[in-house]
């Protein structure tokens, strides 16, 4: 069966400060996709990126990174000098590769709640 | 664009009545997906159809909740008879092929 599990419950930083929240999965497949998705306080769930199982290379988007390590089964997300913004639960997500078009479900992990002070 | 859209956006009714959530995917998607986010159990899904056919229902919490999909363009979750338990936020969401999963704004459903 598939988990994910985002061990940091809450994590909160001043702005500017660089935080990274963390993201461990399981899975029986070889082929699979990880997400991360954020939802801020007024509740829509916002995509941020998705990776395939295939493809280690950390990716860079303005202020935010992510550093995939199947090694560990990690797919770890940084924020480079955070803003109030900022400010959100962030989900991390697992789903089944596929064939032939299907899609496949979700798992989430429990979310990150990042408090980012002024 | 629009993005998924879901009525009601909030929805207050009493223990025992019937409850109708909708969802529009966008336009071209091919699936579409259920999610119920509660704080004690987080985001789960419920259900997804693929080509409007329900593939995976094993998230239903039972037979209290059904869900339909008459067309690509329309899908509707029903409580009947709802119960305090049910009181939470339901997304619904649609993707294409690629697996990329766009949510809707969510029904915060309360059943007193």
């Known amino acids: 069966a598939q988990k994910v599990t985002q061990a940091q419950t809450e994590i909160s930083v001043v702005e500017k400060e660089d935080v990274t929240l963390d993201c461990v999965y399981e899975?029986?497949?070889?082929?699979?996709?990880l997400f991360w998705y954020k939802q801020p306080p007024s509740g829509e769930l916002v995509f941020l990126i998705r990776r395939n199982s295939f493809d280690e290379q950390n990716e860079i988007s303005g202020r935010y990174s992510w550093n995939f390590q199947k090694s560990t089964s990690s797919f770890n997300f940084t924020i480079t000098a955070s803003q109030v913004v900022d400010s959100a639960v962030y989900f991390c997500?697992?789903?089944?590769?596929?064939?032939?078009?299907?899609?496949?479900?979700?798992?989430f992990g429990k979310g990150t709640l990042l408090t980012v002070n002024p | 664009d629009a993005g998924v859209i879901q009525s009601p956006r909030h929805e207050v009714t009493e223990m025992g009545q019937e409850v109708t959530l909708r969802c529009k995917p966008i336009s071209g998607h091919n699936s579409l997906f259920w999610y119920r986010q509660t704080m004690m159990r987080g985001l789960e899904l419920l259900i997804y159809?693929?080509?409007?056919?329900?593939?995976?229902d094993s998230g239903m919490p039972e037979d209290r909740f059904s869900a339909k999909m008459p067309n690509a363009s329309f899908s509707t979750l029903k409580i009947q008879p709802s119960e305090p338990r049910d009181s939470a936020v339901y997304f619904c969401?649609?993707?294409?092929?690629?697996?990329?999963?766009?949510f809707g704004p969510g029904t915060r459903l309360t059943v007193l």
């Open positions: 899975t029986r497949d070889t082929t699979y996709y």
């Open positions: 159809f693929n080509n409007n056919v329900p593939i995976d």
């Open positions: 997500a697992l789903s089944e590769g596929n064939s032939g078009g299907s899609n496949y479900k979700l798992t």
């Open positions: 969401a649609s993707s294409l092929r690629d697996n990329e999963q766009f």
